[in-house]
């Protein structure tokens, strides 16, 4: 058996195991677009679309279940989150990556540390705290715990991306006047794009897909984001799972919008930021 043979069956195989990844992945949106074209009363396979697809619940979730609010607390709650994560993210993780010192790398070792903490086991003294704060029922008050907890992810990332990038173009930006305070913004920084691509997804997902704590922090229903408004479509004793569905439907169009538009990105400085 040739050598070239053998290469042609090892890519087919790989194509039939990408396909079958594909098919797995594809299976939920498949299965909730199709309960979300039933009616309540539709005791049908979730497996079969409906004869007569009902997109009267994609209206039920915008009217009644406020899903279009949900859509708009969500992105404001996750586009400010997602910035100061960004902004804050990135200016500390240049020291920490420029300076090699015992103390740099304990701080970082500390922000690897805060990410192996599950956020459900700090919920009660941070709920206590943003109550002394009188951040429940706010927008600063869900963007601040956000940011706070999404932050050691974007160090790490941001430092080890930064250890990539030769020092010596510092030191010929120092040398062709560039200050010392304007190397970051006017060097680093526009050779960052792929990690803050792969940032923005990473935190933007996690954020956007939250609710324990946007249940605690967002108590007033007008408030109310995306994982929230969903919610509201199971009480006790029923439940409108098409309506809950088309809502799920809407909520995700804008995720695949962001993902479409910085994919490129995201798979090159995921790739780059895990090199160190």
């Not at 498949?30 to 979300?36: D, G, L, R």
């Not at 200050?179 to 920084?189: E, K």
């Not at 995306?226 to 509201?232: D, F, R, Y």
């Amino acid at each position: 058996m040739g050598k070239k043979t053998i290469n042609n069956r090892y890519n087919g195989l790989k194509n039939i195991g990408a396909v079958l990844v594909g098919i797995f992945y594809f299976i939920p949106f498949y299965t909730v677009i199709s309960i979300s074209l039933k009616t309540r009363t539709d005791r049908s396979s979730h497996w079969a679309l409906p004869k007569n697809p009902q997109f009267s619940n994609y209206l039920y979730a915008l009217t009644k279940g406020k899903i279009g609010l949900a859509i708009i607390n969500t992105l404001i709650v996750t586009f400010f989150s997602v910035f100061l994560i960004l902004a804050f993210g990135s200016i500390a993780s240049y020291p920490l990556a420029r300076v090699k010192n015992k103390l740099n790398k304990a701080l970082l070792s500390i922000f690897v540390g805060v990410m192996m903490v599950p956020p459900l086991s700090v919920l009660v003294p941070i709920y206590k705290e943003m109550v002394t704060l009188h951040g429940i029922n706010t927008y600063w008050g869900i963007i601040l715990l956000t940011t706070t907890y999404g932050l050691p992810k974007s160090v790490f990332m941001f430092t080890n991306f930064i250890s990539t990038i030769p020092k010596e173009l510092d030191e010929a930006a120092l040398l062709d006047g560039c200050s010392q305070f304007a190397i970051f913004p006017r060097i680093v920084l526009p050779n960052l794009k792929p990690v803050i691509a792969s940032i923005v997804i990473l935190s933007g997902i996690n954020i956007w897909n939250d609710y324990s704590f946007q249940l605690y922090i967002l108590q007033k229903p007008k408030l109310r984001t995306i994982t929230l408004a969903i919610s509201t479509f199971f009480t006790e004793g029923r439940a409108n799972m098409p309506a809950a569905a088309a809502a799920a439907v809407l909520s995700v169009f804008p995720v695949i919008i962001i993902y479409l538009c910085f994919q490129q990105y995201f798979i090159e400085g995921s790739v780059d930021a895990a090199i160190k």
